[in-house]
């Protein structure tokens, strides 16, 4: 068991750049959750997903899309990246919305 | 809507000290409570978590109880180790997450 793996690990990118940030689980989970983490912020919420076909916006969602066609999969993009967007990104899936969220390693983006 | 409150740290122990970290929460329903803890570079790992009022969480000499009288979870050990500094997150979900800033533990030899 892989649990929850991120791609890449570090990125930077030009303002105006746009990317993709990859996050896979294999523990067959439905919920699936974007964070970012800023210091001293703890983790906001980005975008969720209830199951594949199903996303929605968590508190943080501007400069953000998602999609989740897979069970497995659930990509962030970033539009066209801001400096504001420089942080930390995790990913997290858990059984059920109520449940214990295993986290990926995360993804640290610098945009300049 | 939902929100956590966590001690503001960071905090600094000598080994063997006790350890308590506030948490207190606002939320609609009934949510689950969870510690996660955070070493540097890595994601966040589940510590514990307790599902219903009155419910105790523990892990590796941590506890906290689910107080819904007092809308708190806090964390506490007895007699903590150097190798448990880290950054420590409380975060309830019910629905979607809402996680605490997080505290910082440095425990020094």
């Known amino acids: 068991n892989a649990g929850v793996t991120q791609t890449p690990k570090f990125q930077v990118l030009k303002t105006g750049q746009s990317m993709t940030l990859q996050c896979a689980q294999d523990?067959?989970?439905?919920?699936m959750s974007w964070y970012r983490q800023d210091p001293g912020m703890g983790l906001r919420l980005i975008h969720y997903?209830?199951?594949?076909?199903?996303?929605d916006q968590g508190e943080v969602p501007n400069g953000y899309n998602v999609s989740r066609s897979t069970t497995e999969d659930f990509p962030l993009r970033l539009l066209s990246a801001a400096p504001s967007q420089t942080s930390v990104y995790f990913c997290?899936?858990?059984?059920?919305?109520?449940?214990?969220?295993?986290f990926g390693p995360g993804t640290r983006l610098t945009v300049t | 809507g939902d929100s956590v409150t966590q001690m503001e740290g960071p905090v600094t122990l000598s080994e063997e000290a006790f350890l308590t970290i506030n948490c207190t929460y606002t939320?609609?329903?009934?949510?689950?409570l969870f510690w996660y803890v955070q070493y540097p570079g890595e994601g966040l790992q589940l510590l514990l978590k307790?599902?219903?009022?009155?419910d105790k969480g523990s892990n590796k000499g941590f506890e906290a109880t689910y107080r819904k009288e007092t809308t708190s979870f806090h964390l506490e050990k007895g007699s903590v180790q150097v190798s448990d500094s880290a950054v420590y997150f409380c975060?309830?979900?019910?629905?979607?997450?809402?996680f605490g800033d997080g505290t910082t533990l440095t425990v020094k030899p």
């Open positions: 997903s209830v199951g594949a076909g199903i996303t």
């Open positions: 997290a899936s858990s059984y059920g919305p109520r449940d214990e969220q295993y």
């Open positions: 975060a309830l979900r019910g629905g979607k997450s809402t």
């Open positions: 307790a599902t219903k009022a009155d």
């Open positions: 939320a609609t329903g009934y949510p689950s």
């Open positions: 523990m067959n989970h439905e919920y």
